[in-house]
């Protein structure tokens, strides 16, 4: 029809809205407001919003520190500059109408998002575009739950944590994407001092792709009993140059979440299938309620410290 491949006016992105006040979505917020877009942060409880307003003080005293060094007075300036571009409400329907661009980064579930997002799609202007932050879904699944129209303005945004550290975002392009919306999408990554890489909708994009495999291998190294998780993550640091370990890498990223996209992806399929069988190692740990540095515990002990 028509009607449906008609190209919408888009406008510049100047107001974001990001659901989801975790790790993930208070980094994206984070850095958006202190590239001087106007950020709405939206979460179900005023208890999520304030956590997700610790994780950015938090974070964005080390970024003031950094750019103001001797300066106790500019790190202030600086901070109080990002915050005033940052409100918050657990009203997504409200949060959606002034959007230009919204990021969702809740729960990896492909039913709650869907629902989220088809309520975003009733509520929000034409012109706003819709991303997901999911490191594990299927984008175009997701973006099943909206119309026809919404569809050409849907992608997959896909930040790393630590946001405000990790200068990468994957944007996945789904078949249905109109390039004129990857182009904003491109260029409002760079504008919050990210640079952007180009991907089709696969499972785990290029990064996760490459980097859940390599780690779960590092975890069949340790079942097999061929090398300590010490070993492994010295080897990997000074013999491949990687900031960390897989192994401590995992207990950052979260043993649950590794477990949950090594599961899925079996289940879904589109990636060979011995890259992510099962690790006894893994399945027990988190079964064990070990889920790495969150937990406390994970492949290491972070109590102790
Ligand atoms: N907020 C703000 N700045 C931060 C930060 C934070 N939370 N964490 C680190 N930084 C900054 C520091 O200020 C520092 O900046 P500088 O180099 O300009 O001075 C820089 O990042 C390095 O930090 P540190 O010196 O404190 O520590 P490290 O050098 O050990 O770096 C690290 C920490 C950036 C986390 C590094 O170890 C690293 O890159 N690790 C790998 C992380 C990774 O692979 N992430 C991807 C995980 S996979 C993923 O996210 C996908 C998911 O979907 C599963």
Redesign the pocket.
């Known amino acids: 029809r028509a009607m449906s491949t008609s190209a919408i006016q888009q406008k510049e992105i100047r107001n974001i809205t990001v659901i989801g006040a975790g790790l993930m979505g208070a980094g994206i917020a984070q850095v958006a407001a202190q590239a001087q877009l106007k950020v709405t942060l939206v979460d179900t409880t005023d208890k999520a919003l304030e956590n997700g307003r610790t994780i950015i003080t938090n974070?964005i005293k080390?970024?003031a520190k950094?750019k103001h060094p001797e300066d106790q007075a500019k790190q202030q300036e600086y901070i109080d500059a990002a915050f005033q571009n940052i409100s918050t409400t657990t009203d997504s329907k409200q949060a959606a109408k002034d959007a230009d661009l919204i990021v969702e980064a809740i729960v990896e579930n492909i039913k709650v998002k869907q629902q989220l997002f088809k309520d975003l799609d009733a509520a929000a202007p034409e012109h706003t575009i819709f991303c997901s932050n999911t490191?594990?879904l299927s984008v175009t699944e997701i973006a099943k739950a909206t119309s026809d129209k919404r569809r050409q303005q849907f992608a997959g945004l896909?930040f790393?944590?630590?946001v405000?550290?990790?200068k990468l975002v994957e944007i996945v392009r789904t078949e249905e994407l109109q390039d004129t919306v990857f182009d904003q999408l491109a260029e409002v990554t760079k504008k919050i001092g990210k640079t952007p890489v180009s991907c089709k909708d696969t499972p785990g994009f290029i990064?996760?792709r490459l980097?859940v495999p390599y780690m779960l291998e590092a975890f069949r190294i340790l079942d097999r009993g061929e090398a300590s998780p010490q070993d492994v993550d010295t080897a990997m640091k000074l013999g491949a140059g990687m900031?960390?370990g897989p192994i401590e890498?995992a207990d950052?990223?979260g043993l649950d979440?590794m477990k949950f996209?090594a599961d899925g992806w079996r289940e879904t399929g589109g990636i060979e299938p011995s890259l992510v069988t099962p690790v006894k190692v893994l399945d027990d740990l988190v079964a064990e309620g070990r889920l790495g540095r969150k937990s406390g515990k994970g492949f290491y002990d972070y109590t102790k410290k």
């Open positions: 974070s080390r970024v950094k490191s594990s896909h790393f944590n630590p405000p550290a990790m990064v996760n980097l900031p960390m890498l950052f990223v979440t996209i």
